[in-house]
């Protein structure tokens, strides 16, 4: 008996000298405690409420694949986006609930395995560009190529995603309708000094010439 009660406690201090074991799993985006995706009912509704307001706030999403992207990896990727650009690892069940009864609504459809969501304010084609950048980059080419994208509704493939970011921004858009606007004036004042010229003839034909440029 007494030799029994020393085995016991000889087992009991070499369990305690190992120590907890080592958790294995890969230290991706979906990994790491506080950087993982949230497990506390309060957490989970935060997500959502986030998720919400960088909804309202887009212009365009996409997604790609999260699994197989190290810690550093994402973090670099994060570096390389434009500033108006939120990348974010949501489970598929938030994200869900974070889309019903909005215009994104249809990207459930693409809600299958493991995703990372880019929520694009305004610079769609300098996401995109970033993104194809950086997996060329890390030799992910193969594995992680854009799964599709939703805008106003609708939903894109990985081609279509690609036609649009080639697309003018927003800003692009305004700089060029600002600088028509303004040059319309001189156009006008241009043809109008022709001899029996009517403003609305002269109007138009600065319209002509605008569409010519």
Do not use: C
């Not at 992207?69 to 650009?85: D, G, K, M």
């Not at 869900?96 to 009864?101: K, L, P, T, Y």
């Not at 994208?149 to 003018?168: M, Q």
Request: glycine residues 10%; charged residues 25%.
């Amino acid at each position: 008996m007494k030799q029994s009660m020393i085995l016991l406690g000889l087992a009991a201090s070499a369990s305690a000298f190992n120590g907890p074991t080592p958790d294995t799993r890969p230290r991706t985006a979906l990994y790491g405690g506080a950087r993982g995706g949230a497990t506390t009912l309060e957490g989970k509704k935060e997500t959502v409420s986030q998720v919400k307001e960088l909804l309202d706030s887009s212009e365009m999403i996409f997604t790609v694949p999260a699994s197989g992207i190290a810690v550093s990896q994402v973090q670099t990727l994060r570096r390389s986006l434009p500033e108006s650009t939120t990348m974010k690892v949501v489970k598929n069940k938030l994200m869900n609930r974070a889309i019903e009864g909005t215009e994104y609504e249809p990207a459930g459809e693409m809600l299958k395995g493991a995703n990372m969501w880019f929520f694009i304010e305004e610079d769609i084609g300098g996401t995109v560009k970033s993104w194809n950048s950086f997996v060329k980059e890390e030799g992910l080419q193969e594995s992680h190529f854009i799964l599709g994208g939703n805008i106003e509704g609708t939903n894109y493939d990985a081609k279509g995603v690609a036609a649009i970011s080639k697309l003018p921004s927003k800003i692009d858009l305004i700089t060029r309708i600002a600088g028509s606007i303004q040059a319309v004036p001189t156009k006008v004042a241009r043809v109008v000094k022709a001899p029996g010229m009517k403003v609305a003839r002269a109007i138009k034909l600065a319209g002509e010439e605008g569409g010519d440029n």
